[in-house]
């Protein structure tokens, strides 16, 4: 019974080998590409020539009203109405009026800000009368995902390929910024 010391004994036994099995078939696992998670999936597509497409940062352009001839230095930050902080990423001499500066978010992936919504100075900065944005951020990109990651691999396998349209497929689809693309063959003998 569970309730006993000899039951004990074989529960906490039955538990270290399961997780013992557990953990073996978990790093097994990790050695298919088609299984693989993480770190592990990074390591493997590498022997496919690609690797996983990064998150980028959103970025908008801020008009910053100033009273006095100023320098804004890099890191400068202000917060849209949802808490989300946006930052200048370089030093930038502003006149007296209304000055274009960018900013990126301080979080990578896909953030979003809608036009007027970035007004909070979290830096303070004495000449700095207003702060806003006159259009949308321009919105990033998520880090490509585990079941991203596996379709493109599985894709990429082509790239030494001998035929045009699968070693195309593959150079075109390792391009940055292409998210997804389609290769048309004409096989008929009409152009």
Do not use: C, H
Request: proline share 3%; glycine share 8%; no cysteine.
């Amino acid at each position: 019974a569970q309730d006993t010391p000899d039951g004990q004994r074989i529960a906490i036994e039955a538990k270290s080998r399961l997780d013992l099995q557990s953990f073996a078939l978990a790093l097994y696992s990790q050695m298919d590409p088609d299984l693989a998670t993480g770190e592990s999936l990074n390591r493997i597509i590498k022997l496919a020539g690609i690797t996983r497409r990064p998150a980028t940062r959103s970025q908008a352009d801020l008009t910053v009203t100033v009273d006095r001839d100023l320098t804004l230095t890099s890191g400068y930050t202000v917060e849209d109405d949802i808490g989300q902080l946006w930052e200048s990423t370089v030093d930038r001499s502003l006149t007296v009026g209304g000055n274009t500066v960018t900013v990126v978010a301080s979080d990578f992936g896909a953030i979003e800000a809608s036009a007027g919504t970035i007004t909070e100075p979290v830096t303070v900065v004495i000449g700095v009368t207003s702060v806003t944005n006159a259009a949308d951020a321009t919105v990033g990109q998520d880090e490509e995902t585990d079941a991203e990651l596996r379709v493109r691999r599985n894709k990429s396998l082509q790239t030494p390929a001998t035929s045009t349209t699968g070693g195309l497929f593959s150079a075109l689809g390792n391009l940055a910024n292409v998210t997804d693309l389609i290769i048309y063959e004409n096989d008929t003998s009409t152009t």
